[in-house]
């Protein structure tokens, strides 16, 4: 059996805090603002694997009220993500995602993002793409106020 997900997240970005993107932390003067580290891309691919599951969100399961997750590493809810839907019986199949960001470049540090991913799932780097582009300076992202992605996830058992 396979199943299909999708999941969307946004994030603030702020003076004052880093900027976590996919498990990696990018040189930038903004970072995103959050209750855990605020990294949007794992956000979407956890909701997008548990949407596939039919588990709910993130939100659900790692609330953002709790003293458990504040400043959380997001590679640690997706390491629970995966073995949430594990307890259902799926695996993950593939993950293709976008970043919507104007800046910092993101192309340069894919690979890196899929590795880390990969290693923190337990599955081949080529289950992860990535992609990211601006938006043409249009809407809140190209204002640079903040960033968003787009997942989506297969899973099968
Ligand atoms: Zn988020």
């Known amino acids: ?52 599951a039919n588990m ?14 504040e400043g959380m590493d997001s590679k640690i809810i997706l390491k629970k993500t995966i073995e949430l839907i594990a307890t259902k019986g799926y695996r993950l199949g593939n993950i293709d995602a976008t970043i919507c960001a104007e800046r910092p470049k993101m192309n340069p540090h894919i690979p890196a993002m899929q590795q880390c991913m990969a290693e923190v ?15 043409e300076k249009l809407g809140f992202t190209g204002r640079q106020e903040g960033i968003s992605a787009y997942a989506v996830a297969l899973i099968e058992k």
């Open 121 to 135: 799932i337990g599955c081949d780097v080529d289950q992860i793409s990535i992609k990211a582009t601006t938006t």
């Open 1 to 52: 059996m396979i199943r299909v997900g999708m999941g969307y997240d946004v994030h603030q970005l702020v003076k004052g805090r880093d900027l976590w993107i996919g498990g990696i932390k990018l040189q930038h003067e903004l970072g995103l603002l959050g209750h855990s580290d605020a990294d949007v891309l794992i956000h979407a691919i956890c909701d997008a694997i548990l949407g596939a």
């Open 56 to 69: 709910r969100d993130i939100g659900y399961h790692f609330p953002d009220t709790s003293a458990e997750t």
